[in-house]
């Protein structure tokens, strides 16, 4: 399945060609996940070609400067369509779609159609969890089955471009967008990308049903300093391509035919206007053939502010002197298509006249863009079905729901269960507090798609239809909606005058559902917080119903990781739901009265306390590791411990599981060979359970430092009390190689250690040896 393109042997090390290295394969996953992951890149079509080159030998140059124009829905006229301009995004109307559409296949001169776009992020009309929930599924099933139905609903409208999967590696909980990606980890990232991408497209994004992927933010984008979105990062080449674009190339591997660069500079070099990464990286070395589009006005951006009109337009990163300037830079670095701002459209005369812009690069761009047309089979359907796109039954069907569901319960983690409080008898009277108990908005989570309110289950209803006794509910306070300048901290949870009917409440019942955590606006775009715990006063809301002694649990919805050292010691269970979704309520029924036994595992590390921050288990090491006994080591003043609250990989069951026998084909492997590594699993409890096995490896001695472990292999498996299954693992040079400070994958002679359990401190452990 995975092939070797091109090896080579550089100072004793074997260099392994980029196509090949950090692929995503299946791990003895079945035949479907095999299929799902395996690489489906196809290469270029002769006769897509052919008429690629046909039609762009007809083009003027103005409509070439029209295809590299991306407009917004507020943007667009039917002059632009008559133009011919290239794509559209937001625009979800399929009445105005279909308007455009016609006009640019009638009027224009070529009748070449519009792309048309729209951020289908976790759903469509059917919403379901957020990314950074469905990875906690470490099932790239629930990653799968979410991009599938988002696509066919977006291309049931005429939007046949979905700007995700978002794939950037985040190791600071403060960014608000840490809640669209997969987490701190690269390979649980490739994997769910390739999912995401393979379920969106399929084989043949062309079908009614089916949408190309845009896979973003290239690259970097996830490490803003301070956390705060759009801003500045600065990274060594190693650690660019170890981590952070591994999710990408698993994207672009699985067929993702578009990608959008990134707002950010890294090295001082916006992502839109970097030819490193663009173009020698993306497009030569790992031979993108499709397009580039910029983020929204990400290439305006790139210019200096005007003096004394810092805020007219979109300006700042001062790589580019005006707006014209802008634009030739990023097209030059290697992007095709231009968001909102419309330098290239507007002076891409006069800049290929000046010689600035190169006639050989704008029509290399337009050719990408035309071929992904091609692809999208839009030349030969380019209008929309009106009655099925207007048709309710079109969306969120009851199938749809079913799988919403499913996902959203298999994204749960349950990081506490104390006295097994969980699960909680559905045949007792349970009260339901908490800003987020009666609450249909805040459940569908960032970046919501056309997904409405009115179609979340909240956790009331759930807990309500999921119980056979009385039902009751009390607010406690509630958190706010604003959006800045508006919003105001101090507006969150801000008093306890609602806490007596709560506890009133709680003594009434049996037992507690507490729903607590964020807003949906505190996560996503422009949505960075300086600090990361519960907002307002919730935690006095907590330790307020801890008073009563009943059982409680706190389900928790959040978009990032959240400081919880107070929460897990004052509540008995703790089941964190993230943004579940649509069907949120219902899935934390189920998992709360245990109809389903929770199986998720945290995607990323949780911190004891924010200034901890960045902490993430695939760090380097260091000449003087954590040790609280030792002063001179690498850690707090003021914290006894080394350690985040829960570590990457971690999730509770109520059932218990051990992880045993692990064993290696072979101790010595050759460079180009394979190890299988296997690991029993056994349910040692009473009740049937997920497990997610994992395999993480180390290289102890390397030419550069290494990461005191990297995951390399996972499969979520389901056991009966008493059973056991064995997990194999096969690990080649994409697994035991790196990326250098050359950006060349190595794979070096030595010792490489092998652990292997249900969370990343795994410490099961063998060693095999790489030989030369
Ligand atoms: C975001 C992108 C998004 C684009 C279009 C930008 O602000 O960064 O992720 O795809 O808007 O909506």
Redesign the pocket.
């Given at each position: 399945m995975r092939k070797v393109a091109k090896v080579a042997v550089v100072a004793g090390s074997l260099v392994v060609g980029c196509l090949t290295a950090g692929s995503v394969v299946a791990r003895d996953a079945g035949a479907s996940d095999e299929q799902a992951l395996a690489p489906t890149r196809h290469g270029p079509s002769r006769s897509i070609e052919q008429r690629v080159d046909r039609l762009l030998a007809r083009m003027t140059t103005q409509e070439k400067l029209q295809q590299v124009q991306l407009l917004?829905d507020g943007q667009i006229t039917d002059a632009d369509a008559k133009a011919g301009v290239g794509g559209v995004?937001?625009l979800t109307d399929p009445a105005k779609i279909d308007h455009y559409q016609r006009i640019a296949m009638t009027q224009s001169r070529l009748h070449i159609p519009i792309l048309f776009a729209y951020?289908t992020i976790h759903g469509y009309r059917t919403i379901f969890p957020v990314p950074l929930g469905a990875a906690s599924s470490f099932d790239p099933d629930v990653a799968r089955t979410d991009a599938q139905i988002g696509a066919r609903e977006s291309a049931t409208v005429g939007i046949k471009q979905i700007?995700s999967p978002?794939v950037d590696v985040s190791h600071d909980p403060r960014w608000g967008?840490i809640v669209?990606g997969n987490g701190e980890d690269p390979y649980l990232g490739s994997v769910m990308a390739a999912a995401r991408v393979k379920g969106a497209q399929g084989n043949d994004y062309s079908r009614p049903d089916r949408a190309v992927t845009?896979v973003?933010?290239f690259v970097g984008y996830g490490e803003p300093e301070g956390g705060r979105d759009y801003g500045t990062t600065d990274m060594s080449e190693q650690r660019l391509r170890n981590l952070y674009l591994p999710p990408f190339k698993a994207a672009i591997e699985a067929g993702a035919d578009t990608v959008?660069c990134?707002?950010n500079a890294i090295n001082g070099v916006p992502g839109c206007a970097n030819r490193y990464t663009e173009t020698e990286i993306l497009k030569k070395e790992w031979g993108f053939d499709g397009f580039i589009e910029s983020?929204?006005t990400a290439v305006a951006e790139t210019r200096v502010c005007p003096p004394k009109t810092p805020d007219e337009g979109s300006c700042g990163h001062g790589t580019a002197a005006d707006g014209p300037e802008a634009g030739a830079n990023a097209l030059m670095a290697g992007t095709d298509s231009e968001?909102v701002s419309t330098y290239l459209r507007d002076y891409g005369k006069q800049l290929l006249a000046d010689g600035r812009i190169s006639r050989k690069r704008l029509d290399d761009a337009v050719r990408r863009i035309l071929r992904v047309k091609f692809r999208a089979g839009l030349f030969e359907n380019p209008y929309v079905d009106q009655a099925k796109a207007t048709d309710p039954a079109s969306f969120l069907t009851p199938a749809d729901r079913r799988a919403a569901r499913t996902a959203a319960a298999r994204s749960m983690v349950l990081l506490q269960n104390k006295g097994r409080t969980l699960p909680l008898d559905p045949a007792k009277k349970t009260a339901v507090i908490g800003p987020l108990a009666d609450n249909q908005h805040d459940l569908l989570g960032a970046w919501w798609g056309r997904g409405e309110d009115a179609d979340a289950v909240s956790v009331l209803k759930g807990i309500t239809d999921g119980s056979s006794a009385t039902t009751t509910y009390a607010q406690g306070c509630a958190l706010s909606n604003e959006e800045p300048p508006d919003y105001d901290p101090a507006d969150d949870c801000p008093s306890d005058a609602g806490f007596a009917k709560a506890v009133a409440a709680a003594n009434d019942a049996d037992q507690v559902v507490l729903a607590l955590g964020e807003t949906r606006e505190m996560s996503g775009?422009a949505a960075s917080r300086s600090r990361i715990d519960l907002p307002g006063r919730q935690q006095e809301l907590i330790d307020a119903i801890a008073a009563t002694g009943k059982p409680f649990v706190v389900v928790l919805f959040n978009g990032r990781p959240l400081t919880l050292s107070e929460v897990v010691g004052s509540a008995p269970a703790v089941l964190e739901a993230w943004f579940p979704g649509v069907e949120g309520g219902n899935a934390v029924a189920d998992v709360v009265f245990g109809k389903v036994n929770p199986g998720g595992k945290l995607p990323v590390s949780f911190p004891q306390r924010l200034g901890q921050v960045p902490i993430y288990y695939n760090h380097e090491p260091t000449g003087r590791p954590c040790d609280v006994t030792q002063k001179y080591t690498s850690r707090y003043r003021d914290l006894r411990s080394c350690d985040p609250l829960f570590p990457f990989g971690f999730g509770l069951s109520y059932t218990s599981f051990t992880v045993s026998d692990l064993t290696l084909s072979k101790t010595t492997v050759s460079r180009r060979g394979s190890v299988v590594a296997s690991v029993k699993v056994t349910n040692t409890g009473s009740v049937a359970g997920d497990d997610v096995a994992q395999v993480y490896l180390r290289d102890p001695v390397a030419s550069i430092s290494q990461p005191v472990r990297r995951l390399r292999g996972f499969e979520r498996v389901t056991l009966r009390p008493g059973q056991s299954t064995t997990v194999r693992f096969t690990l080649d040079a994409s697994d035991f190689g790196f990326y250098d400070n050359r950006g060349r994958f190595v794979v070096e002679p030595g010792t490489i250690q092998v652990y292997a359990g249900d969370d990343s401190t795994a410490t099961l452990s063998r060693t095999f040896r790489v030989t030369r």
């Open positions: 917004s995004f937001s951020d700007y978002m967008r669209e845009s973003k933010h959008m990134s707002f983020d929204y968001m775009e």
